[in-house]
């Protein structure tokens, strides 16, 4: 046995459908109110029809960045982002109060909202329908905000700004992913739709029959309604000696999943197996103190085991190969699970369609997701969707649409 074998990191030995088969189950009892998963039911049911020949603004607050645009929508539905502006996510880089976290957000918004609009506003944060915040993930230090009612503080913050009677429609980005998934090629029918994202964090959403959200009797009936899955609080999964070090360090009971597979999390968890080669005496003496004496980001760890940033450390070729042996199995295990997740969600998405065969359309958004480059991530998760969906009679198709959270904002917006 290696290494990582040895302190349980072995994607290759992982039993997929094991994990599948409990990825499902606790889908299931989240729906029921039980177990790890959320589980939230958007505020609104899913609609067949676009919005045409009209101007809806749109609102993005995910990881790092936040982004506003007016979303036009031709007399075909068909969508075009104007206006885009940016900024810095607020409580990302530092601490913030409830009032500056608003004040930044206004700069970016305002501009692109007129009195008495609704906004669609894609907040990348675990939100019930209500429109509160049950707690901050990806790190953001803004204490005050959690709890409150972002929905509502949005529209007094734009009101204080002097938009009057403006509403605001908030919603999940993996929820927008997925409304973007149903309005992409809109002609063409699938038998399931996921949206997922993996990025700075990750998370999953598909559509659900109404009937089977058992914790929600009150629901309109006879429709489908988005469900935000916050599936990277799944939990019944094998865990190796790095991800309880990691654990140990900064963790607090939650996102186990999600600690596994995404941008925000890969970095510290590549510096544990890194920490833990060096303290096993895996490197020459230079290199061991190099590698304990700092932390690693995601972006420099890809970019060393894909050779495009070779300066992150200065070692010989061969403790490079060392280097690279260990921490592509991190990336290779976070392409398995991304995997695992979006089988789970595919299959429950075509049973709630009542649908036994069938492609199954994965609108995928983030940037761990489309830019890892140590291993031939997208290619790996192709393979194991395969190995998992084809057996059941499905076949998938995985599409990229650009500005798809903006896009998915505006098309909440009814
Ligand atoms: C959040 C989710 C979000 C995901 C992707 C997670 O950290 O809890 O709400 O959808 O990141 O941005």
Same mark, same amino acid.
């Given at each position: ?6 302190? #349980? ?37 899913? @609609? ?44 990302? @880089? ?42 901050? %993930? ?35 980005? %993996? ?42 009797? #009150?629901?309109?009936? #006879? ?70 004496? @700092? ?11 894909? #050779? ?13 190969? %060392? ?35 069938? %492609? ?55």
């Amino acid at each position: 046995m290696g290494f990582l074998q040895d302190n #349980g990191l072995d994607p290759k030995g992982l039993d997929a459908e094991a994990i599948l088969k409990d990825f499902r189950e606790d889908m299931g009892r989240g729906l029921a109110g039980e177990g790890p998963l959320p589980m939230l039911p958007a505020a609104f049911p899913l @609609r067949g029809d676009l919005p045409r020949n009209c101007e809806i603004p749109a609102f993005d607050v995910g990881g790092t960045n936040i982004r506003s645009a007016r979303i036009r929508f031709n007399a075909h539905g068909e969508p075009t982002v104007l206006n885009q502006l940016r900024g810095f996510m607020p409580g990302s @880089r530092g601490p913030v109060d409830h009032a500056t976290f608003y004040r930044i957000l206004c700069d970016v918004l305002v501009p692109n909202v007129r009195a008495g609009e609704s906004v669609g506003y894609c907040f990348s944060y675990p939100v019930d329908e209500l429109g509160t915040l049950l707690f901050w %993930t990806k790190g953001i230090q803004a204490p005050s905000v959690m709890g409150s009612n972002v929905m509502r503080d949005l529209e007094a913050a734009l009101e204080e700004r002097g938009l009057k009677d403006c509403t605001v429609c908030v919603l999940n980005d %993996t929820v927008a992913a997925l409304l973007a998934a149903y309005a992409h090629h809109a002609d063409t029918q699938r038998a399931g739709y996921v949206g997922f994202i993996l990025g700075t964090g990750s998370n999953t959403a598909y559509a659900e029959t109404v009937e089977r959200i058992v914790k929600a009797p #009150g629901l309109p009936r #006879g429709c489908h309604i988005p469900i935000n899955c916050e599936s990277g609080n799944f939990s019944r999964f094998p865990r190796s000696r790095f991800d309880e070090r990691y654990e140990a360090l900064s963790g607090n009971g939650r996102a186990q999943w999600e600690r596994c597979i995404s941008g925000v999390h890969l970095g510290p968890l590549g510096t544990e197996i890194l920490h833990a080669a060096a303290e096993a005496g895996l490197f020459s003496p230079g290199v061991r103190d190099a590698v304990l004496a @700092r932390t690693f980001t995601n972006v420099e760890l890809d970019g060393f085991c894909s #050779g495009k940033m070779p300066d992150v450390l200065y070692c010989t070729a061969e403790e490079a190969r %060392t280097v690279r042996g260990l921490i592509c199995p991190m990336y290779e295990r976070a392409a398995r699970f991304a995997a695992i997740n979006i089988a789970a969600a595919a299959l429950r998405s075509a049973e709630a369609r009542d649908m036994r065969s069938g %492609t199954i359309r994965v609108n995928a958004d983030g940037s761990t997701f489309w830019k890892t480059a140590s291993v031939p991530f997208v290619d790996l998760v192709r393979a194991d969707l395969e190995a998992l969906l084809s057996p059941r009679g499905f076949s998938f198709e995985i599409v990229r649409i650009d500005d798809a959270p903006l896009i998915g904002a505006a098309l909440a917006v009814r």
